[in-house]
Protein backbone atom coordinates (compact mmCIF):
# COMPACT_ATOMS: atom_id res chain seq x y z
CA UNK A 1 0.00 0.00 0.00
CA UNK A 2 1.25 3.17 -0.99
CA UNK A 3 1.05 6.07 1.87
CA UNK A 4 -0.90 8.69 1.91
CA UNK A 5 -0.77 11.98 4.14
CA UNK A 6 -3.84 14.20 4.96
CA UNK A 7 -3.55 17.78 3.58
CA UNK A 8 -7.05 19.44 4.48
CA UNK A 9 -5.63 22.78 2.32
CA UNK A 10 -6.41 21.27 -1.05
CA UNK A 11 -10.20 19.60 -0.52
CA UNK A 12 -9.40 17.40 2.33
CA UNK A 13 -8.49 14.82 0.08
CA UNK A 14 -5.06 13.08 1.02
CA UNK A 15 -2.18 13.49 -0.41
CA UNK A 16 0.16 11.35 -2.37
CA UNK A 17 3.77 11.34 -1.51
CA UNK A 18 5.60 12.05 -5.19
CA UNK A 19 8.66 9.48 -4.69
CA UNK A 20 6.12 6.91 -3.68
CA UNK A 21 3.74 7.62 -6.51
CA UNK A 22 6.98 7.45 -8.63
CA UNK A 23 7.64 4.23 -7.63
CA UNK A 24 4.35 2.76 -8.24
CA UNK A 25 4.22 4.14 -12.15
CA UNK A 26 7.53 2.32 -12.72
CA UNK A 27 5.02 -1.01 -12.61
CA UNK A 28 3.53 0.08 -15.59
CA UNK A 29 5.74 -0.57 -18.69
CA UNK A 30 5.57 2.11 -21.72
CA UNK A 31 7.37 2.45 -24.78
CA UNK A 32 9.87 5.22 -25.03
CA UNK A 33 9.54 7.86 -27.72
CA UNK A 34 11.89 11.45 -28.55
CA UNK A 35 9.23 14.46 -29.53
CA UNK A 36 11.03 16.47 -31.96
CA UNK A 37 10.38 20.02 -33.07
CA UNK A 38 12.09 22.98 -34.39
CA UNK A 39 13.01 26.50 -32.46
CA UNK A 40 13.40 28.37 -35.67
CA UNK A 41 16.29 26.60 -37.54
CA UNK A 42 16.85 24.54 -34.77
CA UNK A 43 15.65 21.21 -34.13
CA UNK A 44 15.01 20.51 -30.51
CA UNK A 45 13.96 17.57 -28.88
CA UNK A 46 13.05 15.57 -25.75
CA UNK A 47 12.54 12.10 -24.59
CA UNK A 48 8.87 10.97 -23.49
CA UNK A 49 7.44 8.47 -21.92
CA UNK A 50 4.03 9.54 -21.90
CA UNK A 51 2.40 8.77 -25.38
CA UNK A 52 -0.85 7.53 -26.38
CA UNK A 53 -3.32 7.56 -29.25
CA UNK A 54 -6.56 9.46 -28.29
CA UNK A 55 -8.97 9.37 -31.69
CA UNK A 56 -9.48 7.90 -34.96
CA UNK A 57 -11.65 9.92 -35.95
CA UNK A 58 -10.27 12.84 -35.67
CA UNK A 59 -6.81 10.82 -35.71
CA UNK A 60 -5.47 12.49 -32.46
CA UNK A 61 -2.22 11.43 -29.93
CA UNK A 62 -1.27 13.04 -26.89
CA UNK A 63 1.77 13.50 -24.89
CA UNK A 64 2.87 14.77 -21.70
CA UNK A 65 5.09 17.45 -21.12
CA UNK A 66 6.83 18.69 -17.79
CA UNK A 67 6.17 22.64 -17.30
CA UNK A 68 10.01 22.78 -16.28
CA UNK A 69 11.20 21.24 -19.37
CA UNK A 70 13.20 23.95 -22.08
CA UNK A 71 12.49 21.98 -25.30
CA UNK A 72 8.44 21.88 -24.95
CA UNK A 73 7.36 25.50 -24.84
CA UNK A 74 10.17 25.88 -28.22
CA UNK A 75 8.01 23.26 -29.69
CA UNK A 76 4.87 23.92 -28.68
CA UNK A 77 5.50 27.88 -30.45
CA UNK A 78 6.49 25.80 -33.81
CA UNK A 79 3.26 23.79 -33.77
CA UNK A 80 4.04 21.05 -35.37
CA UNK A 81 6.07 17.50 -33.71
CA UNK A 82 7.17 14.42 -34.61
CA UNK A 83 7.04 11.45 -32.13
CA UNK A 84 9.69 9.36 -32.85
CA UNK A 85 8.75 5.45 -31.79
CA UNK A 86 12.47 4.24 -30.24
CA UNK A 87 13.23 0.70 -31.04
CA UNK A 88 14.76 -1.70 -28.22
CA UNK A 89 18.61 -0.86 -29.71
CA UNK A 90 18.14 2.62 -29.52
CA UNK A 91 19.34 3.55 -25.66
CA UNK A 92 21.99 5.80 -27.50
CA UNK A 93 19.10 7.99 -28.75
CA UNK A 94 17.13 8.20 -25.76
CA UNK A 95 19.88 9.04 -23.44
CA UNK A 96 20.82 11.96 -25.91
CA UNK A 97 17.49 12.87 -25.87
CA UNK A 98 16.90 12.53 -22.08
CA UNK A 99 19.38 14.75 -20.84
CA UNK A 100 19.59 17.78 -20.47
CA UNK A 101 23.39 18.17 -21.50
CA UNK A 102 25.33 18.34 -24.33
CA UNK A 103 24.23 18.81 -28.13
CA UNK A 104 21.15 16.54 -29.35
CA UNK A 105 21.79 16.55 -32.92
CA UNK A 106 25.88 17.03 -33.00
CA UNK A 107 26.73 14.44 -35.00
CA UNK A 108 23.72 12.61 -35.12
CA UNK A 109 22.17 11.79 -39.27
CA UNK A 110 18.62 13.17 -38.99
CA UNK A 111 16.56 14.45 -41.40
CA UNK A 112 13.91 17.07 -41.67
CA UNK A 113 10.32 16.08 -42.91
CA UNK A 114 7.78 17.73 -44.96
CA UNK A 115 6.21 18.81 -42.10
CA UNK A 116 9.37 20.90 -41.06
CA UNK A 117 9.99 18.59 -38.23
CA UNK A 118 13.39 16.73 -37.27
CA UNK A 119 12.72 12.95 -37.78
CA UNK A 120 15.45 10.81 -36.35
CA UNK A 121 17.55 7.67 -37.54
CA UNK A 122 16.18 4.06 -37.38
CA UNK A 123 12.80 4.38 -35.12
CA UNK A 124 9.96 1.95 -35.19
CA UNK A 125 7.92 4.63 -36.39
CA UNK A 126 7.35 8.52 -37.30
CA UNK A 127 3.92 10.05 -36.09
CA UNK A 128 4.35 13.84 -37.74
CA UNK A 129 1.67 15.89 -35.88
CA UNK A 130 0.80 19.26 -35.38
CA UNK A 131 -0.25 20.96 -32.06
CA UNK A 132 -3.98 20.57 -31.92
CA UNK A 133 -4.74 21.84 -27.47
CA UNK A 134 -2.61 21.84 -24.62
CA UNK A 135 -3.98 21.28 -21.33
CA UNK A 136 -2.09 22.51 -17.86
CA UNK A 137 -2.65 19.42 -15.40
CA UNK A 138 -0.59 19.65 -12.26
CA UNK A 139 2.98 19.97 -13.38
CA UNK A 140 2.57 18.65 -16.95
CA UNK A 141 1.07 19.73 -19.96
CA UNK A 142 -1.28 17.16 -21.64
CA UNK A 143 -0.52 17.91 -25.50
CA UNK A 144 -3.04 16.86 -28.07
CA UNK A 145 -1.99 16.17 -31.29
CA UNK A 146 -3.26 16.37 -35.04
CA UNK A 147 -2.25 13.68 -36.94
CA UNK A 148 -0.61 14.61 -40.16
CA UNK A 149 1.36 11.76 -40.97
CA UNK A 150 2.09 8.29 -39.94
CA UNK A 151 5.48 6.84 -41.36
CA UNK A 152 6.77 3.50 -40.53
CA UNK A 153 10.34 3.21 -40.31
CA UNK A 154 11.42 -0.11 -38.78
CA UNK A 155 10.42 -3.67 -37.98
CA UNK A 156 12.13 -3.88 -34.95
CA UNK A 157 11.10 -4.66 -31.27
CA UNK A 158 10.10 -1.58 -29.23
CA UNK A 159 11.57 -0.20 -26.42
CA UNK A 160 10.48 -0.48 -22.72
CA UNK A 161 10.45 1.00 -19.73
CA UNK A 162 9.52 -1.08 -16.95
CA UNK A 163 10.73 -0.69 -13.46
CA UNK A 164 13.04 2.06 -13.88
CA UNK A 165 15.05 0.27 -16.53
CA UNK A 166 15.19 -0.66 -20.07
CA UNK A 167 13.63 -3.81 -21.46
CA UNK A 168 11.85 -6.83 -19.59
CA UNK A 169 13.59 -9.82 -20.90
CA UNK A 170 17.29 -9.37 -18.80
CA UNK A 171 17.62 -6.88 -15.76
CA UNK A 172 19.14 -3.87 -16.58
CA UNK A 173 20.84 -0.81 -14.71
CA UNK A 174 18.52 0.66 -12.40
CA UNK A 175 18.29 4.08 -13.73
CA UNK A 176 17.60 6.47 -11.03
CA UNK A 177 14.53 9.27 -11.18
CA UNK A 178 16.76 12.23 -11.03
CA UNK A 179 18.80 10.76 -14.47
CA UNK A 180 15.66 10.69 -16.35
CA UNK A 181 13.00 12.68 -14.35
CA UNK A 182 14.55 15.60 -12.74
CA UNK A 183 15.84 19.01 -13.96
CA UNK A 184 12.93 18.93 -16.72
CA UNK A 185 14.99 16.30 -18.78
CA UNK A 186 11.93 14.92 -20.19
CA UNK A 187 9.99 17.63 -21.75
Same mark, same amino acid.
Given at each position: ?I?M????A???????D? /??????????? @??????????????? $?????S??????????V???????????P???? @?????????G????????????????????????????????????????? /??????H??????????????VE???????M?F????? $? !?D?P?? !? !????M???? $????
Open positions: MPTAEPLTGLPQLP /AAFRRAMAEFA @SGVTVITGMDGAEPV $GFACQFASVSLEPPLLFCADHRGRTWLIRA @SGRFCVNILEDQQDLCGRFGSSKGLKYQGLDWETSRWDTPSLPGVLLRVH /ASVHSVAEGDHDVVIGRILEHVNDGRPVFRSRF $G !LEAP !L !LTPEWFGS $GQWG
